[in-house]
C-alpha cells in the first residue's frame, strides 16, 4: 500500500505564495512519477503539475513559471512551490502518485488565493 501525507495549504491574498508537501510512504518503489492535482468546486480534477522518477517535469499552461515541482528522494518527498497566485488557483490539491498501472491519492489539502 502507499500513503501520501499533503501539509502546507492554506489562504493566501493574491500574488502571495504557498509551498505544499507531500510526503509518500509504503510501497513506493517503481514508482514512475509523482504530482499534484487539483479540483476547484463544480470543476474536474486537473493535473497541475508532475514531475517522473528520472526528473522530468510537466506544467499545465496555467501554472507555467508561476509553479515548480521539485522531489527529494531520500525523505520520499515531492514540493510544489507556488507563486504569483491567482484567485483562479482556489481549489483542493491533491497529492498523487503513479506506480506501474496504479494511482494512488492523498486526502488533499484546500488552497484558497482572495482577491
Known amino acids: 500500500q502507499v500513503q501520501l501525507v499533503e501539509s502546507g495549504g492554506g489562504l493566501v491574498q493574491a500574488g502571495g505564495s504557498l509551498r505544499l508537501s507531500c510526503a509518500a510512504s509504503?510501497?513506493?518503489?517503481?514508482?514512475?512519477?509523482m504530482g499534484w492535482y487539483r479540483q476547484a468546486p463544480g470543476e474536474q480534477r486537473e493535473l497541475v503539475a508532475h514531475?517522473?522518477?528520472?526528473?522530468?517535469?510537466y506544467y499545465a499552461n496555467s501554472v507555467k513559471d508561476r509553479f515548480t515541482i521539485s522531489g527529494d528522494n531520500a525523505k520520499n518527498t515531492v514540493y510544489l512551490e507556488m507563486n504569483s497566485l491567482k484567485p483562479e488557483d482556489t481549489a483542493v490539491y491533491y497529492c498523487?502518485?503513479?506506480?506501474?498501472?496504479?494511482?494512488?491519492w492523498g486526502k488533499g489539502t484546500q488552497v484558497t488565493v482572495s482577491s
Open positions: 498523487n502518485l503513479h506506480r506501474l498501472v496504479l494511482d494512488y
Open positions: 509504503g510501497s513506493i518503489f517503481s514508482a514512475n512519477r
Open positions: 514531475i517522473t522518477s528520472g526528473g522530468s517535469t
